[in-house]
C-alpha cells in the first residue's frame, strides 16, 4: 500500500529500540524507530548510504560525526554515507523518528 | 550543516509550489514542500527513483498510480519508482510536506 498512517503504527519495545517498517524499495526505506527513555542506536556507520532522520515527538540526542546535538519536533538530521552517526533517548519521554536510508541496504 | 530545524525553512510562494532544499547527497534529497491553498505537483513520473512524502501540516490529495487519498499530518506516502504521482493543495489552509528522494536526480 502506498498510504501509511505512521502515527497509528507506533509501537514500543521494553528492551531495545524498536523500528517499524514503514516503506521498502530498492532506492530507499522508511521507518518509524521509537524510543524509550535511555534506549539508543549506537553510532556507527554505512560506507555508502546516507540516512535522514525527522523528529517527530519528543527529544533525541544526535552523534554526527564529532557533533552531538539534541533536538526536539521539527527537526532533521542527516548523515552522509561514510558518517558515524547515532541517537540516544536521555530523556524521561517517549522518542519517536522518521527515518529515510538510501539505497535500501535490504536490497543487495 | 547536518542538523536543520525545518519548520523554520518553511517558505511559501504566490505563483507556485515552493521547494526548499534541506539535504542533497547523491544518494537521496529531503526537501521541504510548500503548498498555498490551490497549488499543486502535477502528476509525473520517475522511471529509477522513489519518493517519499510526509505530511507536517495541512492536507494533501496524493495521486498514486490509480489510487487518490486525502491526508492530514502524519501520513506519509510513496512513489515507487515508475509510477504515476502528484499532489494538489485543495483546501483553504497552508500544506507543508516533507520529501524524500532517492537516488538524488542532481547527482548524475
Same mark, same amino acid.
Given at each position: 500500500?502506498?498510504? $501509511?498512517? !505512521? ?5 514500543? *519495545? ?5 523500528? !517499524?517498517? %514503514?516503506? =521498502? ?9 521509537? %524510543?524509550? +527513555? ?9 560506507? =555508502? @548510504? @546516507?540516512? $535522514?532522520?525527522?523528529v517527530?515527538?519528543?527529544?533525541g540526542?544526535f !552523534? ?23 541517537v *540516544?533517548?536521555?530523556? =524521561? @519521554?517517549?522518542l519517536? %523518528? ?9 536490497? +543487495?
Amino acid at each position: 500500500m502506498p498510504f $501509511v498512517n !505512521v502515527t497509528e503504527k507506533a509501537a514500543f *519495545r521494553p528492551d531495545k529500540l524498536s523500528k !517499524v517498517g %514503514l516503506f =521498502d524499495v530498492p532506492q530507499m526505506f522508511l521507518d518509524l524507530y521509537c %524510543l524509550e +527513555p535511555g534506549q539508543e542506536q549506537k553510532p556507527h556507520i554505512h560506507t =555508502d @548510504a @546516507a540516512k $535522514v532522520y525527522y523528529v517527530l515527538e519528543g527529544e533525541g540526542t544526535f !552523534v554526527m560525526g564529532a557533533e552531538t546535538q539534541t533536538l526536539g519536533p521539527g527537526h532533521a538530521v542527516l548523515a552522509p554515507g561514510g558518517e558515524e552517526h547515532g541517537v *540516544r533517548n536521555n530523556t =524521561d @519521554a517517549r522518542l519517536r %523518528l522518521l527515518v529515510a536510508m538510501a539505497p535500501n541496504p535490504s536490497f +543487495p
